[in-house]
């Protein structure tokens, strides 16, 4: 049952299947266009569909944000039905204009009642923020308390991940060109992580099969001796993070939650097939 503070989020958090509706979360989506038609992610727009898109070389892929007015609507609907203010979580502000249009939206149903955070990150690096969140919620924490619940999560998570190239991400501006064309003049399979919002190289691995027996050591370097909640997430990659997600629950000294999914079609159309990203939360 959700609490009296409501909470808020985008599509791009990619919450585990059922979480959203059992913690009460209200999830406002992003759209994908595909050749100049647009979807709402997740309902018109799988990631099957963004795979096979990305995979016809004439198909143009790109994503938009929700409006301020999808946010305000959403924000004035959880307060007319009885919730006493809104925590609104988002995808970082360094990737996308999400964030900007929840800003604006809580500036004109007043910052005293809506208050948005931004998580810096994305998929389940945001998502662990919104569960958090919502748990917090759900156990009766005030808006002060909800909002300090998830910031605080924002500052304890590590992103990493994998791609096959960093092509689609120099296409959608989320990496710089110079870095993409440097992994591809020296065939390299890089590592990336999400450092104050913005997706930086953190490697470069010479093999697929390299990069990724590095990215678990990373995640396990992450997590230390902390107790941790860990996300392995891909896109079309469903055996190589199933596989990983087993090492990683045999491996990690005090796990406390693993979930493994796939991400959806919007940040899927800016990594491309063969992401394989994890997500370490110190609790």
């Known amino acids: 049952m959700p609490g009296r503070i409501a909470i808020v989020t985008d599509s791009t958090a990619y919450l585990p299947i059922g979480l959203a509706e059992e913690l009460g979360v209200t999830v406002v989506p992003l759209h994908v266009v595909l050749n100049g038609e647009s979807g709402i992610e997740g309902v018109e727009v799988t990631p099957d569909d963004l795979a096979r898109a990305l995979s016809e070389r004439r198909t143009s892929v790109t994503t938009s944000r929700p409006t301020p007015e999808d946010f305000a609507t959403t924000y004035r609907k959880a307060l007319a039905g009885g919730a006493e203010g809104v925590v609104s ?20 149903c007043g910052q005293d009642t809506v208050r948005v955070v931004d998580s810096r990150s994305a998929a389940m690096g945001l998502g662990f923020a919104v569960l958090a969140a919502a748990e917090a919620a759900e156990a009766g924490s005030g808006l002060d308390e909800v909002e300090a619940i998830a910031e605080r999560v924002v500052d304890r998570t590590t992103t990493l991940f994998y791609v096959d190239t960093l092509e689609h991400l120099r296409r959608g501006g989320r990496i710089g ?69 087993d090492r990683l629950r045999s491996r990690v000294p005090h796990l406390h939650r693993l979930y493994a999914s796939e991400v959806g079609a919007v940040v899927g159309a800016h990594v491309g097939p063969g992401l394989l990203g994890v997500v370490v939360v110190r609790r």
């Open 89 to 108: 979580v988002h995808l970082s502000s360094e990737l996308s204009g999400t964030w900007d249009a929840a800003r604006l939206a809580s500036v004109e």
């Open 177 to 245: 060109a110079a870095q993409a064309l440097l992994g591809t003049a020296l065939a390299v399979k890089p590592l990336l992580h999400v450092v104050d919002g913005r997706i930086v190289p953190l490697e470069k691995v010479r093999t697929t099969s390299k990069a990724l027996a590095r990215l678990e050591e990373l995640a396990l370097v992450a997590a230390g001796e902390f107790t941790v909640d860990i996300a392995v997430q891909h896109l079309a990659a469903a055996e190589k993070a199933a596989a990983l997600a």
